[in-house]
């Protein structure tokens, strides 16, 4: 079992920046690929970003591409997101995940989910 709790999210104005982290709970972490998404209302979850497990390689959604930065720390049991010149469009509920073993940018591949924490970019 892995739990994950996410923290760091707020409100920010459009431009601005923002560091979501996620704490990961369990000893075999730096087994896990982790992985980012958002989800707006109305909207369906959609992949943000993620990152291998022992590499650390990452793969984005175009529309983050450029100003998002993932990386994990697996000595803290951490995972971050550095988001950057943020647009209103980025606005939603940010949710970490985890998989074994191999990334993927497929919601329905990852098994533990964090409860959310919203980030809101105000125009």
Request: charged residues 15%; positive net charge.
């Amino acid at each position: 079992q892995v739990q994950l709790v996410e923290s760091g999210g707020g409100l920010v104005q459009a431009g601005g920046s923002l560091r979501l982290s996620c704490a990961a709970s369990g000893r075999t972490f730096s087994s896990y690929a982790m992985g980012w998404f958002r989800q707006a209302p109305g909207k369906e979850r959609e992949f943000v970003a993620t990152i291998s497990p022992s590499y650390g390689i990452t793969t984005y959604a175009d529309s983050v591409k450029g100003r998002f930065t993932i990386s994990r720390d697996n000595a803290k049991n951490t995972v971050y997101l550095q988001m950057n010149s943020l647009k209103p469009e980025d606005t939603a509920v940010y949710y970490c995940a985890a998989k074994p073993i191999t990334s993927s940018t497929i919601v329905s591949q990852y098994n533990y989910w964090g409860q959310g924490t919203q980030v809101t970019v105000s125009s």
